[in-house]
């Protein structure tokens, strides 16, 4: 794994939820795309493939020095966080804001994926297509999520490039 060299990008999303970007354009922090996250179970059991496709959190954007755009995603789940995972819950007004499920989520801070954009595993949300952007988070719970990331400091990401 690589260590990111400088970090491109504003530190905080941008305001809008409902703004909607081309699969091919570079994502911001805070954004939410739709991905084929691989668990890192999943990856630890040979797999190199997401089961399903899931939202995620942009949380990182960095350029490494070949010029690759590096970026780093954290899962959204319904599933609630188990004893080994910590998370931040997503409320329900920013659910319905960018037409996720009403089911209670939360975003995964132990863990995140990292993949050279545009990778192989962003998917376009059925019925935006061809989108994959979900739109950003608002700037207060970007704020939460990047600062839990950070005091979890555990894990390393998944690395997609491998």
């Given at each position: 794994?690589t260590?990111?060299l400088r970090r491109?990008?504003?530190s905080?999303?941008r305001p809008s939820?409902k703004?909607q970007?081309p699969?091919?354009?570079l994502p911001k922090?805070?954004?939410?795309?739709?991905?084929?996250?691989?668990?890192?179970r999943e990856y630890?059991?040979?797999?190199d493939?997401?089961?399903k496709?899931?939202?995620?959190?942009?949380?990182?954007?960095t350029?490494s020095?070949?010029?690759?755009?590096?970026?780093h995603?954290?899962?959204?789940?319904?599933?609630p966080?188990?004893r080994?995972?910590q998370?931040?819950?997503?409320?329900?007004a920013v659910?319905r804001q960018?037409?996720?499920?009403?089911?209670?989520?939360?975003?995964?801070v132990?863990?995140?994926n990292?993949f050279?954009?545009?990778g192989?595993d962003i998917?376009?949300?059925?019925?935006r297509e061809?989108s994959?952007?979900f739109g950003?988070?608002p700037?207060g719970?970007?704020?939460q999520?990047r600062?839990?990331l950070?005091a979890?400091?555990?894990?390393r990401?998944?690395?997609?490039?491998?």
């Amino acid at each position: 794994m690589t260590k990111p060299l400088r970090r491109s990008g504003p530190s905080s999303p941008r305001p809008s939820a409902k703004t909607q970007r081309p699969s091919s354009a570079l994502p911001k922090p805070g954004e939410v795309i739709n991905y084929s996250y691989l668990w890192e179970r999943e990856y630890r059991e040979g797999r190199d493939e997401g089961v399903k496709d899931r939202p995620v959190a942009v949380v990182l954007v960095t350029a490494s020095v070949d010029g690759l755009d590096q970026v780093h995603v954290v899962p959204m789940t319904t599933r609630p966080p188990g004893r080994d995972q910590q998370a931040v819950e997503v409320p329900e007004a920013v659910r319905r804001q960018l037409g996720l499920s009403a089911e209670r989520s939360w975003i995964i801070v132990s863990e995140w994926n990292r993949f050279t954009w545009p990778g192989y595993d962003i998917r376009p949300i059925r019925g935006r297509e061809p989108s994959a952007s979900f739109g950003f988070l608002p700037a207060g719970l970007f704020r939460q999520v990047r600062d839990a990331l950070v005091a979890a400091a555990i894990g390393r990401p998944v690395d997609r490039d491998d």
